[in-house]
């Protein structure tokens, strides 16, 4: 079971295993994000039926552990897993997300989408700090920050969502509060209930995108530090633009060249930070 994959990591909202993480930890990465990739397009598959997609992520989990091996996009993330002595949960929490994306198509309230999230989102995080041996103590930031980056993506893609999938992300009760009606989804512009509704959101998740912004700074490895930093900062110029814009009809992505300076100022930023504090633990030595 293999194919081209809909996306690389070099068209999501962030860094997957730039130059800023360390070369001995970006093939894993890679790997990883590989996996998910794939299993990801099976869960998005307009043509595939839900039990014909959960029958496909049974067979990458099963290869995962090691039970098959007729599933291409698991061996580089098995050979990985082994090679590090790392655990697969994370991998096969992803999974149960994409298991959730198989058959559901609606979320009641906000409590039933970060639960979507802890899932699909997080374990991305989890799974990165862990190949750096980071504390399990980085985890609530990163859960955060994770969560904010995947609600960042359903606020970008609603439309798409709905009109390809029929998947709609935005809690159904910040809907009715509005007024708004999950069919304007699929207008070309976005009703003022519905644009209410979407910049609700929007302002919610910059509460989580605050909650992660302090991962930068518990992040013990320097280049990891570094990529967290340019990715919060990314985290904080969409959801800004989220609060501000139409997702139906204004631009709500980063250009290429704006991504790649933001990375650089978040980047920067992080490593203006590292020294300050270093600055401050060393004067506090010396007193």
């Not at 307009?46 to 039990?51: A, M, N, Y």
């Not at 007729?70 to 050979?79: G, K, T």
């Not at 570094?226 to 997702?247: G, K, N, Q």
Request: charge should be positive; hydrophobic fraction near 45%.
């Amino acid at each position: 079971m293999s194919g081209a994959l809909t996306k690389t990591h070099r068209d999501e909202n962030f860094p997957v295993a730039s130059i800023l993480i360390a070369r001995q930890h970006r093939q894993v990465v890679h790997a990883f994000y590989y996996f998910v990739r794939g299993a990801d397009d099976i869960a998005d598959s307009p043509v595939l039926k839900p039990q014909e997609k959960l029958d496909a992520l049974d067979r990458f989990e099963a290869a995962l552990l090691g039970r098959r091996d007729d599933v291409s996009a698991a061996r580089p993330l098995r050979a990985a897993l082994a090679e590090r002595r790392l655990s697969p949960r994370h991998a096969q929490d992803l999974l149960k997300a994409f298991r959730m994306d198989a058959v559901k198509l609606r979320y009641a309230n906000f409590d039933e989408l970060m639960h979507y999230c802890a899932f699909s989102a997080a374990p991305v995080g989890r799974f990165v700090l862990d190949v750096h041996g980071e504390s399990e103590l980085t985890w609530p930031a990163n859960d955060a920050l994770c969560s904010a980056l995947q609600i960042i993506n359903h606020l970008q893609d609603c439309r798409a969502d709905y009109k390809n999938l029929d998947r709609v992300y935005i809690p159904l009760d910040m809907l009715a509060k509005e007024d708004a009606r999950v069919g304007e989804l699929d207008a070309t512009a976005a009703s003022p209930r519905l644009l209410a509704c979407l910049h609700a959101l929007a302002a919610r998740t910059e509460a989580l995108v605050r909650q992660g912004a302090d991962l930068p700074r518990q992040v013990r490895d320097l280049r990891l530090g570094l990529e967290t930093a340019a990715i919060a900062r990314l985290a904080r110029i969409l959801v800004s633009m989220l609060i501000e814009r139409d997702p139906l009809s204004e631009r709500v992505h980063l250009t290429r060249p704006g991504f790649l300076a933001a990375v650089l100022a978040g980047a920067s930023a992080g490593l203006i930070e590292r020294g300050r504090r270093a600055g401050s633990r060393q004067a506090v030595r010396n007193a």
